[in-house]
């Protein structure tokens, strides 16, 4: 039964799915031609033409990415919405599943959405990047860059290797995702304590959400930046991960906290509470 939720989910999503796909890969193909435009030749004619056309492709892309990103959450938070709090819920919630399949179900359909939407934002920046490497290459000799130099240039700097960092870089971004989902569906659950205007008491619930993570980062910024300063009173220098690194850390596990408690305040709204629109 589990199985079969999943694929409901994924169905009533499929749509939005493929809408973001064509902004998504639009914006990545506009991108791409923008790029090839790029000749430094033509900045004798046209001052700062390079330049102009390259902030074209940055502001083009971001754009594309943020409708995508932001689109992805408001899709998850309206289709658990939908399904758990108005009418469809009375059939949702007469499914022979427990109210603990049901959201892991859901959870499980929202996360591969999620999981999907960014390996495919990964692809696009890749071919982005791809795309400036072959094209700056005809105006530009790439082939002396030594690779090898920069990897361990970067661990100087940063003070951890590529791999470790890409690796951890992944790990903390599924760790995220799967976070997010749960806060936006936790969020929607506590808007359902107002009788009315269920949907703002959702986006109340969500902005302090963020609050309190900017809170708690401001707070967990102090401890670096007082690193910081007694390093450049000692004439140390602190690499970029024992700066950044328990920053992250602290962040990810606020996420994980408040994620599993949102996961519960689910159960309990879907068991205890509920109130169908």
Not at 15 to 22: A, E, P, S, T, V
């Amino acid at each position: 039964m589990l199985s079969k939720l999943i694929k409901h989910e994924w169905r009533a999503m499929r749509k939005y799915f493929l809408i973001f796909f064509i902004v998504m890969a639009v914006t990545t193909a506009l991108s791409c031609i923008t790029l090839l435009f790029i000749n430094p030749a033509f900045d004798d004619v046209v001052i700062g033409f390079s330049t102009l056309l390259f902030m074209a492709v940055i502001l083009l892309y971001y754009l594309g990415m943020i409708v995508c990103s932001i689109g992805s959450n408001v899709v998850i938070a309206v289709r658990f919405y939908k399904s758990c709090y108005t009418d469809e819920g009375y059939l949702t919630h007469t499914l022979p599943v427990n109210s603990n399949q049901l959201l892991i179900g859901k959870t499980i359909a929202y996360f591969l959405f999620s999981l999907i939407m960014g390996a495919l934002m990964v692809l696009s920046v890749l071919l982005i990047i791809g795309t400036g490497f072959a094209h700056f290459g005809t105006f530009v000799d790439l082939s002396s860059i030594d690779f090898s130099e920069l990897t361990v240039a970067m661990k100087e700097e940063t003070g951890i290797d590529l791999i470790p960092f890409i690796l951890f870089l992944i790990v903390y971004c599924i760790v995220i995702s799967l976070a997010n989902i749960l806060i936006i569906t936790g969020c929607i659950s506590i808007g359902q304590l107002m009788s009315k205007h269920r949907i703002l008491g959702a986006l109340l619930a969500y902005f302090g959400f963020y609050m309190i993570v900017q809170i708690v980062s401001t707070f967990a910024s102090i401890p670096m930046t007082t690193s910081i300063l007694k390093a450049e009173l000692s004439g140390t220098t602190m690499t970029m991960w024992e700066v950044l690194g328990p920053v992250y850390l602290l962040v990810g596990g606020l996420y994980v906290v408040i994620a599993a408690i949102m996961y519960f305040i689910n159960i309990h709204m879907m068991t205890k509470r509920l109130n169908l629109e």
